[in-house]
């Protein structure tokens, strides 16, 4: 079959640019470093480990996917970004504290080369941090303007050829979309006024999608996901992806809840409770941080169980999500989960899982992922909401037409089946009546 779509070849280097180098970039860029030098195995990594299945399964081709489409070389891959600590990557490794100090050692020239350029940073909407390496500027359309300079020299610098962003920075404030958030014209207006709507990291997006670079959030706040940023994105033909990484705690609920509702177990609860001690849950201890974060997080069962849809089994799901600062832990996250089941004949049963995970292991492979699935989609023309990534986030972009798919089997399968798509095979729908008939 001929491909529906021309893919450029993965030819030259490409800058992966990450906005806030804390905990998940430090570990994504040590990560690559080391296993692009063999001292390391990218566990995790559907760019690296995953296979495809092509054709039918007696045909037995399975390729690996990065050898059945075109991604770019980790060799390939240069690093760099902005924080508001002026610490190198090597130090804020150090800092972050996930990964041990005899892997950065192993590292540690080219993470002593990677320094946060000045970032565009507002207390107003990271309350629990403050950090000298800020930018100033006369009004947020200045700043934006600066990060776009920023974003030429690197490439220029670097000798990229193409670049993708990012944004790891810390979770803001929650907010709504507003009128300034309706157009482009409307956007820039507000850039001009300094608009309080516009957060720091929405600055970082139009910056990115200006100069038609390929955009993700890994954290759950407001970024590409308002119409001016879309209509930005189909301007200039860049392709978007959000938002919040799926790890931990939300990555479990996604794997049990489509299981549990498969053979239509009732659920009346789901409690779940974490300790995390690393900046992140510093800066999730803030009420306003945590209700961005709570909205991403609850809003995965509602679409996985379909309460209008099955009646009695739940439509009285009493969900309730905490999480708490605990410092000793670090980044080694501790999760529960209650749950409260109901089977035949309404007898009652309960689930309890205890996740002892490490947040940033968990979220590194899949912020490599994004930036290389996103190149990708680039040179195959793909723009605008890149919804085959859903499998990575816990509360996926989608078109307003359509709820978002948060089963991770179906993401998976969405996934899969786009990367048939672009090279032209045969879509896989399981129905296998060949075999039988
Ligand atoms: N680790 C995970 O499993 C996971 C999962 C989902 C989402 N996330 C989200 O990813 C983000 C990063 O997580 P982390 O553990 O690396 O946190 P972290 O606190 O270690 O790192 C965030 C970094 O962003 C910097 N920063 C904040 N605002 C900035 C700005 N405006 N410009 C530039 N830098 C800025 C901070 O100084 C910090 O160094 C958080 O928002 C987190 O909620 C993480």
């Known amino acids: 079959m001929t491909p529906p779509v021309e893919i450029a070849p993965a030819r030259g280097r490409v800058g992966v640019l990450l906005v806030g180098l804390g905990a998940v ?117 200045d700043l934006a303007e600066q990060v776009i300079a920023d974003i030429r020299t690197f490439k220029q610098e670097q000798g990229c050829d193409r670049l993708v962003m990012v944004w790891c920075g810390s979770t803001e404030v929650y907010l709504k979309q507003g009128p300034a958030h309706a157009s482009i014209a409307a956007f820039e207006q507000a850039l001009e006024r300094s608009d309080e709507s516009i957060p720091s990291s929405m600055i970082y997006t139009y910056a990115a999608l200006r100069e038609g670079i390929p955009y993700a959030n890994a954290a759950p706040n407001l970024s590409a996901d308002v119409p001016a940023m879309l209509e930005l994105a189909a301007r200039t033909k860049a392709p978007v992806a959000g938002k919040d990484l799926k790890t931990g705690q939300t990555l479990i609920k996604t794997i049990i809840a489509p299981g549990l509702k498969a053979r239509l177990l009732g659920v009346e609860g789901w409690y779940s409770t974490n300790i995390l001690g690393n900046r992140d849950g510093e800066v999730l201890d803030d009420p306003e941080s945590f209700k961005t974060k709570e909205e991403s997080k609850k809003s995965v069962l509602d679409y996985i169980f379909q309460p209008h849809l099955y009646p009695g089994l739940y439509d009285d799901l009493c969900h309730v999500v ?47 992922d994004t930036a290389l699935f996103l190149d990708l989609a680039k040179r195959a023309g793909m723009s605008g909401i890149q919804e085959w990534l859903s499998f990575y986030f816990k509360s996926p972009m989608h078109a307003p037409e359509v709820y978002p798919e948060h089963d991770l089997f179906i993401q998976l399968m969405k996934l899969k089946n786009t990367l048939r798509y672009m090279k032209g095979e045969e879509l896989i729908t399981h129905l296998g009546r060949e075999y039988y008939d």
């Open 25 to 141: 970039s430090t570990t994504t860029i040590a990560g690559a470093l080391a296993i692009r030098k063999g001292i390391a195995s990218p566990i995790g990594s559907l760019t690296q480990m995953g296979t495809i299945r092509l054709g039918k399964r007696s045909e037995g081709r399975s390729p690996k996917i990065k050898e059945m489409v075109p991604l770019t070389s980790l060799d390939d891959l240069v690093f760099g970004g902005w924080d508001i600590f002026e610490e190198d990557c090597y130090a804020a490794a150090r800092t972050a504290g996930v990964l041990d100090a005899s892997l950065l050692t192993q590292v540690r020239p080219e993470l002593e080369a990677i320094r946060p350029m000045p970032a565009v940073f507002d207390q107003k909407y990271v309350r629990r941090l403050d950090g000298p390496n800020v930018k100033k500027g006369k009004n947020k359309r």
């Open 322 to 368: 905490r999480i708490n600062y605990y410092p000793p832990r670090g980044d080694n996250k501790e999760g529960w989960d209650n749950i409260d089941l109901v089977g035949w004949l309404g007898y009652r049963m309960q689930l309890k899982i205890n996740f002892l995970c490490r947040d940033s292991i968990l979220a590194a492979p899949i912020v490599l």
